[in-house]
């Protein structure tokens, strides 16, 4: 090579890594607000898959925005649902999915679930049945009773992928021979879903290992740089992720806790969940194949320890909470508690630790009622985590019944 050539080779070089290193760039995230209280469905959208009318302008706009981007893009948006907000890409599409996975950074033999707007859109677009006799033919009879009654809503069901033709992403799946999919009832979701005319797969959309986001301010603070936009619709009502039932294995299972309870599914299950068995996290070894394979991984972990205690009475957790506060040593604890501390104060709880010199203690209220500890328990987490950085949290355990076995899945 001669000295010009040489040159010319070099320049070229220089150039491809700039422009190569600006394709790993990081995106501008946009957030847009979205009045979910515009969006109307009418009473069998989730059904017929009409679509909705949206009155407010601006929501609108964000929302054919986003659609946009689902439909004809590999790219993923973040939207809120009523359990947690979801990072969406086309279920449809590998390369959606694999950007979630790189997005989240999350393990990939982790399936997602999809997201439909209506059973309409699940038999065309993964059955492709554009004509079924009956709408919920290509859904075993086990789930109708619960579907009828709980759809669209806070439960994901488990389908074969029998007859979806090749359909779905096997990203989507991870290549397994079941789907998992749910109707989210949040307005922005539904409508976000439905004007894309494609069914999402949306994991939570925060960074792997890290609590669910509950605001548009935690997607932010994950993904920022990330994923080109994210709908904000103000904070998730449920709080924790949908309920995962398996009705194709025999006994049915809850594979995973979640917004709709225990005591629901038995009583809207017509008899036919009476057997269902709770899928246990003990039994799951981390090289193993598990029916759920979210449950063997690390979740909901914010940067500081977290201690879990586990009351039976207030007396008892005041009790406890004293001695806990006594052995420690920390520079700054924050206590998760729905328990009125009995008149003592911050100044009392400060004076009880004698081992570490400079100490704070911060106290957030959980709220009292099961749907109000599950609906603060991820953004108290993140508050004492991200804002007021502290490095001990000290949350308080409920009785595993009604919400309170998805608020212990959690901790
Ligand atoms: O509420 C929710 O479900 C939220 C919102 C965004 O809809 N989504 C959510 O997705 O929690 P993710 O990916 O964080 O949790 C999906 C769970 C995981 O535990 C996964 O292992 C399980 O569902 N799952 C998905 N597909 C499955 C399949 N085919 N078989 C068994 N488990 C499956
Ligand atoms: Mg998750």
Redesign the pocket.
């Given at each position: 090579m001669n000295i010009s050539k040489l040159i010319v080779h070099k320049l070229r070089r220089a150039l491809y890594s700039m422009t190569s290193s600006s394709s790993i760039q990081t995106l501008q995230t946009k957030i847009l607000k979205v009045d979910a209280s515009s969006i109307i469905f009418s009473t069998n959208s989730h059904i017929d898959g009409s679509l909705p009318t949206i009155t407010d302008i601006q929501s609108k706009n964000a929302l054919l925005e986003a659609a946009q981007i689902i439909r004809d893009t590999n790219e993923t948006v973040a939207f809120p649902?009523e359990?947690?907000?979801?990072?969406?890409g086309s279920a449809l599409n590998d390369q959606s999915v694999l950007n979630i996975y790189k997005a989240k950074n999350?393990p990939s033999d982790?399936?997602?679930?999809t997201?439909i707007s209506s059973i309409n859109q699940l038999n065309r677009k993964i059955f492709n049945d554009n004509s079924p006799s009956d709408p919920l033919e290509n859904i075993p009879k086990i789930y109708h009773p619960l579907i009828s009654k709980l759809w669209p809503g806070?439960l994901?069901i488990?389908l074969s992928t029998e007859n979806t033709h090749g359909s779905l992403s096997e990203r989507t799946?991870?290549f397994?021979s079941?789907?998992?999919v749910?109707i989210?009832s949040n307005p922005i979701?539904r409508a976000l879903i439905a004007l894309s005319d494609t069914p999402i797969a949306?994991?939570?959309?925060n960074t792997s290992t890290k609590p669910?986001p509950t605001l548009a301010s935690h997607v932010f603070h994950d993904l920022k740089g990330k994923i080109p936009l994210i709908l904000d619709g103000g904070p998730c009502n449920?709080g924790?992720?949908?309920t995962?039932l398996?009705g194709l294995s025999n006994p049915p299972m809850l594979?995973?806790p979640?917004?709709l309870t225990m005591e629901k599914i038995l009583k809207l299950g017509n008899g036919q969940w009476d057997n269902c068995k709770v899928e246990s996290k003990l039994n799951v070894k981390s090289n193993e194949v598990v029916?759920?394979?979210?449950?063997k991984y690390k979740h909901y972990s914010p940067n500081a320890k977290v201690v879990l205690l586990i009351p039976s009475s207030t007396n008892e957790y005041l009790a406890r909470l004293i001695d806990f506060i006594k052995m420690q040593t920390f520079n700054k604890l924050a206590i998760l508690t729905s328990y009125h501390l009995n008149g003592l104060s911050l100044d009392d709880l400060s004076q009880i630790n004698t081992n570490s010199k400079e100490h704070t203690i911060v106290i957030k209220s959980l709220g009292q009622t099961g749907e109000e500890i599950q609906a603060n328990l991820f953004a108290r987490l993140r508050e004492v985590d991200e804002d007021d950085k502290v490095d001990l949290i000290l949350v308080e355990g409920v009785t595993e019944n009604e919400e309170g076995l998805a608020i212990m899945n959690r901790l």
């Amino acid at each position: 090579m001669n000295i010009s050539k040489l040159i010319v080779h070099k320049l070229r070089r220089a150039l491809y890594s700039m422009t190569s290193s600006s394709s790993i760039q990081t995106l501008q995230t946009k957030i847009l607000k979205v009045d979910a209280s515009s969006i109307i469905f009418s009473t069998n959208s989730h059904i017929d898959g009409s679509l909705p009318t949206i009155t407010d302008i601006q929501s609108k706009n964000a929302l054919l925005e986003a659609a946009q981007i689902i439909r004809d893009t590999n790219e993923t948006v973040a939207f809120p649902t009523e359990t947690v907000y979801g990072l969406g890409g086309s279920a449809l599409n590998d390369q959606s999915v694999l950007n979630i996975y790189k997005a989240k950074n999350r393990p990939s033999d982790n399936p997602l679930i999809t997201h439909i707007s209506s059973i309409n859109q699940l038999n065309r677009k993964i059955f492709n049945d554009n004509s079924p006799s009956d709408p919920l033919e290509n859904i075993p009879k086990i789930y109708h009773p619960l579907i009828s009654k709980l759809w669209p809503g806070p439960l994901t069901i488990l389908l074969s992928t029998e007859n979806t033709h090749g359909s779905l992403s096997e990203r989507t799946t991870n290549f397994q021979s079941t789907f998992a999919v749910r109707i989210p009832s949040n307005p922005i979701a539904r409508a976000l879903i439905a004007l894309s005319d494609t069914p999402i797969a949306a994991p939570s959309a925060n960074t792997s290992t890290k609590p669910s986001p509950t605001l548009a301010s935690h997607v932010f603070h994950d993904l920022k740089g990330k994923i080109p936009l994210i709908l904000d619709g103000g904070p998730c009502n449920i709080g924790v992720e949908s309920t995962v039932l398996d009705g194709l294995s025999n006994p049915p299972m809850l594979l995973r806790p979640g917004g709709l309870t225990m005591e629901k599914i038995l009583k809207l299950g017509n008899g036919q969940w009476d057997n269902c068995k709770v899928e246990s996290k003990l039994n799951v070894k981390s090289n193993e194949v598990v029916r759920t394979p979210g449950m063997k991984y690390k979740h909901y972990s914010p940067n500081a320890k977290v201690v879990l205690l586990i009351p039976s009475s207030t007396n008892e957790y005041l009790a406890r909470l004293i001695d806990f506060i006594k052995m420690q040593t920390f520079n700054k604890l924050a206590i998760l508690t729905s328990y009125h501390l009995n008149g003592l104060s911050l100044d009392d709880l400060s004076q009880i630790n004698t081992n570490s010199k400079e100490h704070t203690i911060v106290i957030k209220s959980l709220g009292q009622t099961g749907e109000e500890i599950q609906a603060n328990l991820f953004a108290r987490l993140r508050e004492v985590d991200e804002d007021d950085k502290v490095d001990l949290i000290l949350v308080e355990g409920v009785t595993e019944n009604e919400e309170g076995l998805a608020i212990m899945n959690r901790l």
